[in-house]
């Protein structure tokens, strides 16, 4: 059963309360609001993926931005994907500090 806009709303507040407002993949702050790229927002990830056979429990779902969860798909978390996802983000925030000057 699909969740209402609501219901998303209300897991995102409660990962960010809980994740301390850092993406679970590459550790550093997700932006959101005015002014921050669309990459660098919020995404619920699936610690264990649907696919195989992860939950939509909250202690199966974790904070991400956008680029990390993509970069992840439905890959195993490693060093080396975690150092990618940190590049990634650096690069983006790069370009948006660049682009708002």
Not at 13 to 32: A, N
Not at 57 to 65: I, P, Q, R, V
Not at 79 to 87: F, I, N, S, V
């Amino acid at each position: 059963m699909a969740r209402t806009r609501s219901q998303k709303q209300s897991i995102i507040e409660k990962l960010f309360k809980r994740d301390g407002f850092k993406c679970s993949i590459c550790k550093y702050r997700i932006q959101e609001g005015p002014g921050s790229h669309y990459l660098l927002r919020s995404s619920i990830d699936h610690v264990v993926p649907t696919s195989k056979g992860g939950t939509n429990g909250l202690y199966n779902l974790a904070l991400t931005h956008k680029v990390c969860n993509s970069l992840k798909s439905s890959e195993e978390l490693t060093e080396e994907l975690t150092q990618k996802c940190r590049e990634r983000v650096r690069e983006l925030e790069r370009t948006v500090v660049k682009t708002c000057w």
